[in-house]
């Protein structure tokens, strides 16, 4: 019988997460919005129910991933379908080259020409986007966004729900702190505290706005 992977979130982002899915070993994909019925379609798919519709057929489904940008959003969707007895799964594109000695985490979704080598660790629900890459002994918390281009040298730490903006570049050993922002092209060649957004090369953190 064809395996077939529940997506819920029906974005662009869901469809790169679709069309990963198909590249591997997945033969059918079913789409889940919240906006759903007054949005009916994303690229080629149609969308099947909405949240509700997802969560009382959960028990039928061969697997289920979280295809949301947001990181927090995510992290907090993948833990109610845990509660609910989901089988989350992790989508690898098969041009995705992955260390035999790397570790992915739970609902992680990794996309075309992404890299992942010695040792890397990737915590539950990340997101590592196409052609973007994770060098030797870095160590990812949970719902971490690499975007796509972006670079991470080797044993950078990255905290939970922070996110690698497109094309950014990450000196080795770096700390990266829970919540970062790390803006597009942005190169980061000293620790970042929790929270902080950074931009620019070097990265400096964004001035705090005045009310």
Known sequence: MPRRLTILGASGHGKVVAETALASDWAEVEFYDRAWPDKQRVGRWVIA???A???AGLVYKDGVVVAIGDNRTRLVLLE?????GAQLVSIVHPMACI???AELGEGTVVMAGAIVNADAVVGEGGILNTGCSVDHDCILGEAVHISPGARLAGDVHVGDQAWIGIGASVRQGVRIG?????GAGAVVVSDVADGLTVVGVPAKSMPAVRD
């Open 53 to 55: 519709a997802l969560w």
């Open 80 to 84: 109610r379908l845990r509660q609910a």
């Open 49 to 51: 129910g909405d949240d």
């Open 178 to 182: 829970s919540g970062v922002i790390v």
């Open 99 to 101: 260390s035999g000695s």
